[in-house]
């Protein structure tokens, strides 16, 4: 990585503002996956070993700048304590005097985690003031919050103008095995894509036309593709004003020579609900009135040996309408392939994390972004202000 890492700046006991990104899903107060706060671990760990001192921080949920009480961060306080062994001292606030003052009493080994920093209406419109209050706290920046990179916000990127930046671990991680892809991939690259929406990945398909051999596309995004083919589709999800977007999409493919699998038969449904009458159906042959609500198994035969055959393999999208059980086969065994083929693997989209999590074969994937929004964003080829923000990598040390 270009970005100057946690390793290239001395943090022996110097006081540390750690950006992680703890937005966890919460039910009645409680956390219902911890991945995120795992993920963060080996970060705080390191620091902690050099007797560093650390104000941790993070946002949780969308408080637009108010304080909500649901969205408090002592629960997350906990559950970090937990698993580090050691206490988490909540702030009483994200910025000011008070948090300040505890901030600076921070002994070596000591950890302070600020409230949610959304709590703050400077937060999301990068405001200097609060960056520099922030950056008050500590002696140097550690962003190890991917998943919010694709924001600037002051916590994000403007506390970088007070303080010297470098990246934690799993920043270091997501971007090397997202670099990776875009950059140097194993080949042949497959770019499997699925999701709901076409418009949110044009940018995407986009991008990757220059880079990929080849093209897996499901999803409800698909049925546009099929519409621009003159496929009856029934009543499946469609986006009209993405059709011709999604023609030149295929002629520029077909011109660089490089293979579109589209869905060759679907499974269909009068409504998408649990209960639902199913059939399988070529793609010529969606009924009237009917969705298409996943990739069928003929698909799946014909992308397998693609995939097995993959040097890298990126995966963003579902294939189908996987919360509901009769709908997901064709997800789970696009991921069973991806996951048992020696192809670098790398997976992002909160929904596609999602499908591999409850199949519990995430670990079976080289990487497993935990930034959705971001991920896609720096598949896009876009620069994300959380990493442009961060310090070049240099020779020895960088001085804080
Ligand atoms: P990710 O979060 O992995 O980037 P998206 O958010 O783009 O994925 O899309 C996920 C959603 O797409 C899921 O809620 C899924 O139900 C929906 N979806 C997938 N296939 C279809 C389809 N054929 N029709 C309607 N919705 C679909
Ligand atoms: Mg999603």
Do not use: C
Request: hydrophobic fraction near 45%; charge should be negative.
């Amino acid at each position: 990585m270009q970005k100057a890492t946690i390793r290239d700046i001395d943090v022996d006991g110097r006081r540390v503002f750690v950006r992680t990104d703890f937005n966890v899903p919460l039910s009645d107060g409680r956390i219902t996956d911890d991945t995120r706060i795992r993920a963060a671990l080996p970060t705080l760990r390191y620091l902690l070993d050099r007797n560093a001192s650390l104000v941790v921080a993070s946002h949780l949920g969308r408080p637009k700048g108010k304080v909500v009480d649901s969205l408090r961060l002592a629960p997350i306080a906990e559950r970090l304590s937990e698993l580090l062994g050691r206490p988490v001292e909540m702030a009483p606030g994200v910025a000011g005097a008070a948090v300040r003052d505890e901030a600076s009493r921070l002994q070596p080994g000591e950890i302070l985690m600020l409230e949610n920093l959304r709590f703050e209406p400077g937060e999301e419109i990068n405001d200097d003031e609060l960056a520099g209050q922030l950056a008050s706290m500590a002696d140097v920046y550690v962003d190890d919050a991917f998943g919010a990179a694709h924001r600037a916000h002051a916590s994000t990127a403007g506390i970088a103008n007070h303080l010297p930046a470098v990246a934690g671990f799993l920043m270091e991680r997501e971007v090397e095995a997202l670099s990776k892809v875009l950059q140097n991939p194993v080949r042949p690259l497959v770019v499997v894509i699925g999701g709901a929406k076409i418009s949110t990945k044009m940018a995407v398909l986009r991008n990757l036309l220059g880079r990929a051999d080849a093209f897996v596309i499901g999803g409800g995004m698909a049925n546009t593709f099929l519409k621009a083919q003159g496929y009856e589709i029934g009543a499946s999800l469609v986006e009209d004003d993405q059709i011709e977007e999604a023609r030149l999409f295929l002629r520029q493919a077909d011109d660089k020579g490089v293979r579109v699998f589209l869905p060759f038969d679907v499974v269909v449904a009068p409504e998408v609900a649990p209960a639902a009458e199913t059939r399988i159906v070529a793609v010529n042959a969606v009924p009237d009135g009917w969705k298409i609500v996943d990739i069928g198994p003929q698909t799946i035969d014909r992308i397998e040996p693609e995939l097995m055959r993959a040097g890298t393999v990126v995966w963003n999208g579902p294939m189908g309408v996987f919360e509901i059980p009769a709908f997901a086969e064709g997800t789970r065994a696009v991921a069973r392939i991806v996951a048992a083929s020696n192809a670098f693997s790398v997976v992002g989209g909160g929904d596609s994390v999602a499908a591999i999590e409850e199949m519990g074969i995430a670990d079976q994937f080289d990487h497993v972004s935990t930034g959705g929004g971001a991920s896609l964003e720096f598949l896009e080829g876009r620069g994300l202000p959380g990493i442009d923000a961060l310090r070049e990598k240099v020779e020895g040390k960088i001085a804080g």
